[in-house]
């Protein structure tokens, strides 16, 4: 009896392995192609912290443009941090409609904001996020940009896209607005 038993174990493992394989090669490669993440570059992003030893943070998003665009990231010290959402959203707001952008999407909630924006002949979208973390004592607002095939930009066509929409103006506008705590 054991010995049956141990028989049909094998038989229904080398079933499930024939098949788990057949369907492995079976999937087409456009499968694997959806499950792959969008890349989205990060054009600025600016940090407030109280603290200048503060630890690095896990969302910072690093410089999306090589040496020529590492000026758009940076670390301010403010005294005080606040809840500075309100004037995040006006100050994209307002950038966007200097930009002839459109926004597509708007979620926000206190000390949370999330933006998309895009126009018609542009082939990706903008991404505005800011945080503030005021227990962490931690604020922090990015723009990322998004290309409609999924893909990162190539960092030569970053800068181009910098001074096309004065994405350093704009990084200045949304450093005075993140530390809106601090006045």
């Known amino acids: 009896m054991p010995t049956l038993f141990l028989r049909?174990?094998?038989l229904v493992c080398r079933?499930?392995?024939?098949?788990?394989?057949?369907l492995l090669f079976a999937a087409s490669p456009g499968a694997f192609a959806q499950k792959r993440q969008v890349q989205k570059t990060p054009l600025t992003s600016v940090e407030a912290v109280t603290d200048i030893d503060a630890p690095k943070d896990?969302?910072?998003p690093g410089t999306g443009g090589g040496m020529d665009a590492a000026t758009y990231f940076s670390r301010k010290l403010a005294p005080k941090l606040g809840d500075c959402t309100s004037r995040i959203r006006s100050t994209a707001n307002d950038w966007i409609q200097v930009s002839h952008l459109q926004a597509t999407k708007t979620e926000q909630q206190p000390g949370d904001l999330l933006i998309h924006a895009?126009?018609?002949?542009?082939q990706g979208f903008f991404e505005i996020i800011y945080r503030v973390r005021l227990k962490e004592q931690?604020?922090?607002?990015t723009v990322f940009f998004y290309k409609l095939d999924g893909t990162q930009l190539e960092p030569a066509?970053?800068?181009p896209l910098l001074k096309a929409y004065k994405i350093g103006d704009f990084e200045e506008k949304l450093t005075q607005a993140l530390l809106c705590g601090s006045e």
Do not use: E
Not at 15 to 22: I, P, Q
Not at 118 to 122: A, G, M, Q, W, Y
Not at 138 to 141: I, S
């Open 58 to 60: 896990p969302n910072d």
């Open 15 to 22: 079933f499930a392995t024939a098949l788990s394989l057949s």
């Open 8 to 10: 049909v174990v094998r």
């Open 138 to 141: 931690r604020a922090r607002v």
């Open 118 to 122: 895009t126009k018609p002949d542009l």
């Open 157 to 159: 066509t970053i800068l």
